[in-house]
């Protein structure tokens, strides 16, 4: 039995790492699936790759005029929306010219960082809502961070951004309730993720291979995840599994918000 048959989608920053991961398994659950990123080349060949009625569509997720046209789009072709999946977002070490840090930050790179994870965030929330009212069952899934639980000295932005993902996330979740809309919204906060947004960390060959497994060391469960771990998670919480549940943040870390690190020592 498919899980979201029939359901139609929409995931942000869907060409590649945690989004990609996620629209090609809600595919693969029945659902009709946009993808949406601003590299329409990638974005476009995850849509074939997924074939059926997934489709792609070019959306910069912190511009309001990009989201109004997304919404016309969606009702035209589909007549709404059940499920929205916010998982655009830049760590903006590479995006920005920075720093970052809380001592030296250039408020312009903080603005840009907000931006596109919270402005986007809140944007698509906004228009989702609009979009999923008629729904007979409608859940927004918002990709949150561990770095928004706490915090991260080199990535202030990243981490403020993520942090106000987190706390949006429930009033959204709260607000949909008061109106009694059919929507649920909650927050995934994945951990050390093997995407493309570690590789300004963790470099080349030798190098990278001994970062991952210093990062690996420190995970109680002694590994990075894969973006497969945060997409079965977002299936739950989109599905009718889980009509009980908003508001909540579901962790996806291997165990690192649990405590301190407590990995088995390699024998």
Known sequence: ?????????????????IGKA??????????????SDLDDELGKKVATGIGGMACY???????EDDWIAANEF?????????????????????????????????????RKVHQTNLDGVALGCKYGIRLMRKSSSASIVNISSRSGIVGIPFAAAYASSKAAVRNHTKSVALYCAEKQYPIRCNSIHPGAIYTPIWDVMLGEGEQRENAVKVISSEIPLGAMGEPIDVAYAALYLASDESRYVTGIELNVDGGILAGSAASPPNK
């Open 1 to 17: 039995m498919l899980r979201i048959e029939n359901k139609n989608v929409l995931v942000t920053g869907a060409s590649r790492g």
């Open 22 to 35: 996620i629209a090609e398994l809600f595919a693969d659950q029945g659902a009709n699936v946009i993808v």
């Open 57 to 63: 569509l070019h959306l910069d997720v912190g511009k």
């Open 74 to 110: 969606i009702k035209n072709k589909f007549g709404g929306l059940d499920i929205l999946v916010n998982n655009a977002g830049i760590a903006g070490i590479l995006e920005t010219h920075g720093p970052h840090d809380p001592e030296n930050l250039d408020i312009e790179s903080w």
